[in-house]
């Protein structure tokens, strides 16, 4: 097998069943494809109490600045129903002129383009003046926690420093071209719960309940746009994603009511002054007394989740210039710089380098028959390979 051929280096990597924690043979298949063409390899344990172990892989060629990452991950989520997929999902069976399989598109696919790319650079140019590392998770699509941000930690520690990276997870919504992701939205999610006292629903002076406390707060949270957004990012927005009261009886006024939020914030916010102007709105509501004339503050508690996502936006212009101009080159296509969507680990990789996100169309990701146009495959491998050429070529004169 040639790794300078996308087809051929997908079918292997999909052929390794690395539904997230497993490393599946994945990262052993991409170590055997990295090894030979000159990059040292090293694979990487993270473990965390209360999770599985997780494999990750670091590979570096060169020694020199400037250095460039690539990062990604060979986890997937699982196939599902085999028996709904037309072709099975480990098998990397092309059909016609599409290749299946779960990862063709996330993200398998986009390292084995960015594989190919990088031995045809050497091929014909050889190895670049500088270094390029592939930073490769095994724990993207779980929980996250074993995965890119400690394999960062943990090259960062042995000295390693980068001056730029590419994500390539599928960022296209239609055609390759489409889209390039220059940065994230934020994401803070919280449980509000409001407390009230339980009692007979005829004698509701006796009792307090916890509704009429629920809904101006819910309303609250959703009622006033955060912001009208910025030139790059849209307006942030905030869901109410569930209401629980939990009472089966229409004759009892409940003791407790409870509700859960998400909200998607652009770049006029940080997830600590979001959470504030949460709990200003919050306050403010329980404090109106609308649907409790009369009465006290509503008395409510508020949890939030773990480890918020932090919004990012990359300002690099020697970066976005290069992927953009290799994108336009290849496909003849402008891609817009979109910060829309979900996180992805550039909001880790932000803290290190600037880093750009770009890869396969993502019509199929997660879904059964997950796959990927076999022309899709060389197109984003000649993508990437005039990225390199662009990338150091910029890099090497400033
Ligand atoms: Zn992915």
């Known amino acids: 097998m040639s790794v300078s051929d996308p087809v051929a280096t997908l079918q ?43 494999e990750n ?16 991950h060979t986890d997937v989520v699982p196939p599902g129903d085999e028996a709904s997929w037309s072709h099975p999902p480990f098998a990397a069976e092309i ?11 996330d993200m398998k696919g986009g390292i084995a383009c960015f594989v190919s790319a990088v031995a045809r650079h050497i091929e014909s140019h050889g190895a670049p003046k ?48 489409d889209m390039i992701k220059i940065g994230r939205r934020g994401s803070v999610s919280g449980r509000v719960t409001v407390l009230g006292l339980q009692g007979h629903a005829a004698y509701p002076h006796l009792a307090d309940n916890p509704v009429r406390g629920l809904l101006p707060l819910a309303s609250a949270l959703m009622g006033e746009p955060f912001d009208a957004g910025t030139p790059e990012f849209p307006a942030s927005n905030l869901e109410v994603t569930s209401i629980d ?61 773990e480890r918020p996502s932090h919004v990012f936006l990359t300002r690099n212009n020697g970066l976005i210039a290069s992927l953009t101009g290799a994108v336009e080159e290849v496909t003849g296509r402008t891609p817009a710089l979109s910060t829309t969507g979900g996180t992805s680990d550039a909001r880790f990789i ?26 899709d495959l060389e197109t984003l491998t000649q993508i990437y390979g005039t990225f390199l050429s662009r990338w150091f070529a910029n890099a090497l004169l400033s």
Request: overall charge negative; glycine content about 12%; charged content about 25%.
């Open 57 to 72: 892989l670091y590979a570096r060629l060169g020694t020199e600045g400037p250095h460039l990452m690539f990062a990604g």
């Open 350 to 375: 932000k803290d290190y380098c600037p880093v750009v996100e770009f890869g396969l169309v993502g019509q199929t990701m997660h879904m059964v028959d997950e796959r990927v146009a076999l022309a």
């Open 245 to 305: 009261v939990g009472n089966p009886a229409t004759n009892v006024i409940p003791g407790k009511a409870g509700f859960a939020f998400n909200i998607r914030f652009n770049d006029t916010w940080t997830a600590e002054t979001v959470k504030a102007e949460i709990v200003r709105r919050l306050d403010e509501a329980a404090a109106s007394g609308s649907l409790r004339p009369g009465r006290d503050a509503v008395r409510y508690e508020i949890v939030w989740a």
């Open 12 to 54: 292997t990597l999909i052929r390794c069943p690395s539904v997230t924690p497993a490393e599946g043979g994945a990262l052993k298949a991409l170590e055997a494809m990295l090894t030979p063409l000159g990059f040292s390899v090293e694979r990487m344990v993270a473990s965390e109490p209360g999770t599985p172990d997780v």
């Open 130 to 177: 500088g270094s390029i590392s592939f930073l490769i998770t095994g724990d993207e699509e779980g929980p996250s926690v074993n995965g890119t941000e400690k394999l960062l930690r943990w090259a960062a520690e042995k000295g390693e420093r980068w001056d730029a990276c590419l994500v390539g997870e599928p960022t296209n919504p239609d055609y390759l071209g």
């Open 95 to 105: 059909d016609g002129d599409q290749l299946f399989g779960r990862g063709a598109v």
